[in-house]
């Protein structure tokens, strides 16, 4: 039987809810923010999508290999090792030193090109990362490989070989697919899905195994792409009255009576 | 500048779709000249409701025999061929900004998701959105035409919007269309009432991870449902599968804009609040005075939320006159 | 003839109110633990013998009250506050014990910015009086990791110890004088005085008394001026831990006294610091104060760092954010439940001290056994947080996945035997094998070889004071 190639793409990204209210500085001139000295993660949405493709491994009638993939500088490679504990059987970086906060297209088409140099049947990713939010490198990956592609996925399944299910949220409920390979599936709000953790032993076991990192020219302009003209703090303060009191009873009956009663009555 | 709206008529969160694309279209393109809006519905729907809900001026109503994205991608492929709109405008909820942004490569143009307002300069289009996980706020400049734009949810619908009336109007037939999906037809799936009550209700009550037990989560709901509230709760409840899916509130889930909100236990990190800060009036319930919550709050408890939750269920409830 | 469950609920109902006596069988379940049980309650087992109730008290003579109907009728009594323990403290060895819950009695009696010191009830939040005192200038010096949570009484009880204890001291060089309540119903007061040699130290009987002496209702603490303006950070990353312990004991032995020195080694570094640690210890240091002893302590710790090549400093941004992010919430503590909960990964921690010879011996020691002897570990590791003239504390981080076991086999299978490790190597080395968690119920078997010949001293007190047994069966006292 012919495994089965996954591609999982992730990123690493700041734990931006780290950031101290008065760290967030925008430097005028590069419009940055300095965000290097935050806790680094894997992406919420990506760690969910690596848990996914360990558990569709795991559940598979027949053989599959897992691919992790990822953009960016060698602070990437800490995960990419724990990944190879984890029992993915290749680890790729496409070395770059280029601004990625906002070029889904180039971080695409750089996908698209290594999967038609190394062939995948399935890409799992998360749908979106913080810093840039764009919310498009899955879906453009799709379009330059010419695949299908399935949004917001909550749950893939192997119901037999070559055919999957995917489950994904829609506005008004859940779609439930039955589909053949090759897919991009952009992983949206999973729950229960944390990253499993491997064991010293285990990674102790790949202290040998290297990362494969690729340079990887990241076209500055692909597409047309769009270019960042201004960045600008959005400050969300109100008035943050607090409310007096000497139990938790008292409270709830001044805030009650001073502030609730008469939006209640209004509503 | 040439527009077209784009509107999923076969999902039940229509209305919001249309009041935000329509709130859009009268804050950014009020000088453009009238607009087209295409609406993809099904048998089961009512027309003479759905014409009413257009945007702009001019609508084609196009029947579809199925509801996802890759089938409306292929459709719309195929529609605009040649097509002259500078502008394609997409709800900004799940279908909407998969759609900009697929549909934009089709067509050779350029797409950003979630944009909150554009500005037309000359050869470039500057478009105003929050990135940094909702701490920032970036203008980003396209240039490549067509522009596809999804729009950041929960716009200002209460404005006032102008009624429209639909000028020209057109049918297309598209249930014979064979090419559709490659996925083949999925299974939907409703869940009851989704996340849509949420995004409509007039008073939230919101629990984050600060109630720390799906016992404690289930009695908040209680006691939301006895106070008269809609029940949301963040991404970590949400993960933790304490409350379904579509109850999340912030960038990742549902964007409430309520009159009045209530957050229990949240911290507020910029995520979850994108969820809530459209709300008239928040109030902050929390053990924590430093959580940057409390700053964003208009009025705030700092105690233990279950008791001041249970009382104030208590005082909402002796009051006759509410809901 | 011992009383029957329904009858002690009844009496209880007699002293408190049926309001302040909670017999729901949820909270009884969830109150027979404590954290160090977590992996058991987070899969809804409970293997420990339920209370008869967890009982509400707002004020000392309550508490009296309640005490002498226990020690008359020979019932457990469980003290608590704001149940951060870690230990088994809080877990209800004896069946129908009674829970007496001091949360309620939390009220700031005073706040004494001339004579320097505050008075609170047991229940009061550290972090409530700690931001009431900051809002006027001040501050308590004491800084757990569990101050959001954590109430005085309890911290008293444990002996607890804050991140700038190098400056500060630990809770019992900040505690001036407190009240607490005996088994047989006697209130004793000990007053606020600078210092006295009036005989021995009293209030060293009851802080870190774990609620197996007496109940502790109210505390004074000394104060500080808050001048936050004045710290400076510092951090470095380092080849090894013996270089970092050398660092510290040079810092200690000259004479300075930063708030904050703490070592990581490897492998805890990289859970907290891998976005710049590459692999390396770190060490990190802060000097707070007047502003000129700030400046001088800092430079003095510069100065004695350059004197070790291999040490390479980072930027003091990346400290700043790891400090303004220190503390654990309601909302860490569940994110972590759910953590756990999906992935059956689950870290504790256990601290032990020694002097500066035998530290870096203990840690190399403790730290290859648990690699070798216990199955499934993803993280072995520890740091020093808290050092003194003549030595530091090592507190190891011990995470696993609880592989192929039921939930109440997880604390045989893994957590116990990495605690034995660790007190073994801790004691053969001549350490302590508690340095501020508390003795709890898991150390509570070593507790005579701790103490050797002065157990005598220990065990007298618990004779004198809890003659009948009746305060918290199993904790710090054997039987």
Redesign the interface.
């Known amino acids: 039987m012919i495994a089965m190639n996954i591609l999982v793409c992730f990123k690493v990204t700041p734990d931006l809810d780290q950031l101290p209210p008065d760290g967030w500085e925008v430097d005028r001139a590069a419009l940055t923010v300095e965000t290097s000295f935050v806790k680094a993660m894997i992406n919420p949405y990506d760690e969910s999508a690596l848990e996914l493709a360990l558990r569709f491994a795991e559940d598979a009638p027949g053989p599959v290999k897992l691919t992790a993939l990822t953009v960016g500088d060698r602070s990437a490679d800490r995960y990419l090792k724990m990944l190879y504990a984890l029992k993915f059987d290749r680890a790729v970086r496409l070395e770059t030193g280029a601004d990625l906060r906002f070029t889904p297209e180039g971080i695409a088409a750089a996908i698209a090109a290594f999967v038609s140099r190394n062939p995948h049947q399935l890409i799992i990713m998360g749908r979106q990362s913080g810093v840039g939010d764009n919310a498009a490198t899955p879906l453009l990956a799709a379009e330059k490989l010419g695949w299908p592609c399935i949004a917001h996925v909550t749950e893939i399944r192997s119901l037999q070989e070559d055919l999957l299910k995917v489950r994904a949220q829609a506005d008004d409920g859940f779609l439930s697919y039955a589909a053949r390979p090759p897919l991009v599936a952009a992983v949206g709000n999973v729950p229960h899905a944390y990253l499993r953790v491997p064991t010293l032993k285990e990674r102790l076991g790949v202290r040998e195994k290297k990362v494969e990192i690729v340079a990887a020219a990241l076209p500055a302009e692909e597409g047309a792409g769009c270019t960042l003209t201004g960045l600008d703090v959005i400050d969300r303060r109100r008035a943050g009255l607090k409310i007096e009191g000497a139990t938790p009873q008292e409270k709830a009956g001044a805030l009650y009576e001073l502030y609730l009663k008469e939006r209640l009555a209004k509503l | 500048m040439k527009y077209t709206v784009v509107l999923?008529g076969c999902?039940?969160?229509i209305y919001s779709q249309a009041e935000e694309t329509a709130s859009f279209v009268a804050e950014n393109l009020g000088s453009a000249p009238p607009g087209r809006c295409i609406l993809f519905y099904s048998d089961a729907q009512n027309k003479e409701e759905l014409i009413a809900l257009s945007p702009a001026e001019s609508l084609l109503l196009v029947k579809v025999k199925q509801r996802?994205?890759?089938y409306y991608l292929s459709l719309l492929t195929g529609l605009l061929q040649n097509d002259t709109s500078s502008l394609y405008l997409f709800p900004g909820?799940?279908?909407g900004?998969?759609l900009a942004?697929?549909l934009a490569?089709?067509l050779g143009g350029?797409?950003?998701?979630?944009v909150e307002k554009i500005e037309e300069d000359g050869e470039e289009l500057?478009?105003?959105?929050?990135?940094?996980?909702?701490?920032?706020?970036?203008?980003?400049?396209?240039?490549?035409k067509p522009y596809c734009l999804s729009i950041a949810r929960g716009g200002d619908t209460r404005r006032c919007r102008k009624a429209v009336k639909v000028l020209k109007f057109e049918e297309l037939d598209a249930t014979g269309f064979e090419k559709g999906?490659?996925?083949?037809e999925?299974?939907?799936?409703?869940?009851a009432n989704?996340?849509?009550e949420l995004e409509e209700a007039?008073?939230i009550l919101v629990a984050?991870?600060?109630?720390?037990?799906r016992?404690k989560i289930t009695r908040l709901k209680e006691i939301a449902a006895e106070m008269?509230a809609t029940f949301g709760v963040s991404?970590?409840v949400?993960?933790?599968?304490w409350a379904p899916?579509h109850s999340?509130i912030g960038?990742?889930?549902v964007i409430t804009r309520p009159?009045?909100c209530i957050a229990v236990?949240i911290?507020g990190?910029?995520?979850f609040?994108a969820g809530i800060?459209k709300s008239k009036?928040?109030?902050a319930v929390n053990?924590?005075?430093?959580a940057?919550l409390?700053?964003?709050?208009?009025?705030?408890?700092?105690?233990?939320y279950e008791?001041?939750?249970e009382?104030?269920c208590r005082?909402?409830k002796e009051?006759p006159?509410?809901? | 003839m011992s009383l029957t469950r329904e009858q002690i609920v009844e009496q209880l109902v007699g002293i408190l109110g049926e309001d302040n006596v909670v017999t729901d069988e949820a909270v009884l379940r969830q109150s027979s633990v404590d954290r160090f049980r977590r992996f058991e309650e987070l899969h809804g087992v409970f293997t420990q013998p339920l209370p008869a109730a967890v009982v509400y008290v707002h004020s000392t003579a309550e508490v009296a009250e309640v005490l002498k109907f226990a020690h008359k009728n020979l019932i457990n009594v469980v003290p608590r506050t704001g149940q951060t323990a870690t230990e088994g403290g809080l877990e209800t060895a004896v069946a129908n014990s009674i829970v007496v819950d001091g949360s309620r009695m939390n009220k700031i009696i005073k706040l004494d910015t001339y004579n320097m010191q505050a008075t609170c009830q047991c229940g009061t939040p550290l972090q409530v009086l700690e931001d009431q005192l900051r809002a006027l200038g001040y501050t308590t010096g004491h800084s757990p990791q569990s101050k959001p949570l954590a109430q005085l009484g309890g911290l008293v009880a444990t002996r607890s110890i804050g991140q700038f204890s190098t400056l500060y001291g630990g809770i019992e060089e900040m505690v001036v004088g407190l009240e607490a309540v005996f088994p047989n119903g006697h209130i004793a007061r000990i007053k606020n005085v600078p210092r006295r040699a009036a005989g021995p130290d009293i209030r060293h009987v009851v802080i870190g008394n774990e609620g197996a002496l007496c109940f502790i209702t109210e505390v004074t603490v000394k104060i500080y001026k808050f001048m936050p303006e004045n710290n400076i950070l510092l951090g470095y990353t380092l080849d090894r831990m013996k270089t970092g312990f050398e660092i510290l004991r040079q810092v200690m032995v000259n004479g300075y006294r930063p708030s904050v020195a703490r070592l990581y080694d490897p492998e805890d570094a990289d859970y907290h610091f891998s976005h710049f640690s590459e692999g390396r210890c770190v060490l990190i240091f802060m000097a707070e104060g007047p502003k000129a002893i700030a400046e001088a302590t800092a430079a003095a710790i510069k100065e004695i760092v350059a004197r070790h090549p291999e040490c390479q400093e980072v930027d003091s941004r990346y400290i700043q954010v790891w400090f303004d992010n220190l503390n654990w919430d309601a909302s860490d503590v569940a994110e972590e439940r759910a953590e756990i909960l999906e992935t059956k990964n689950i870290g504790n921690t256990t601290e032990i001290s020694a002097d500066w010879e035998k530290i870096n011996v203990i840690y190399e020691a403790c730290v290859e056994r648990i690699r070798r002897e216990v199955p499934d570990m993803t993280l072995v590791g520890g740091h020093s947080s808290h050092s003194y003239i003549n030595g530091t504390n090592l507190y190891f981080v011990h995470y696993y996945n609880v592989v192929d076991c039921k939930p109440e086999e997880e604390l045989t299978k893994y957590h116990l035997p990495i605690k034995t490790i660790i007190v073994e190597e801790t004691l053969k080395a001549g350490g302590a094998i508690c340095h501020h968690h508390g003795v709890g119920k898991y150390r509570t078997p070593w507790i005579d070889q701790e103490h050797g010949s002065a157990y005598y001293i220990l065990e007298t007190l618990k004779r004198a004071f809890d003659p009948r047994g009746i305060m918290n069966k199993g904790t710090i006292f054997k039987g």
Do not use: W
Request: aromatic share 6%.
């Open positions: 999923n999902s039940r969160n996802d994205p890759e909820d799940l279908c900004s998969e942004i697929r490569h089709r350029s797409s950003l998701a979630a500057h478009c105003y959105k929050t990135v940094y996980s909702g701490y920032l706020r970036a203008q980003l400049s396209l240039r490549q999906s490659p996925l083949g999925p299974e939907y799936e409703e869940e989704g996340g849509l007039p008073f984050g991870q600060g109630v720390n037990s016992e008269g991404r970590p949400a993960m933790s599968a899916l999340l960038v990742s889930g009159q009045l236990g911290s990190a910029a995520a609040f800060e009036y928040i109030v053990i924590d005075e430093l940057p409390v700053q964003s709050a208009d009025v705030v408890v700092i105690d233990d008791a001041v939750l009382e104030l005082l909402i009051q006159s509410l809901p």
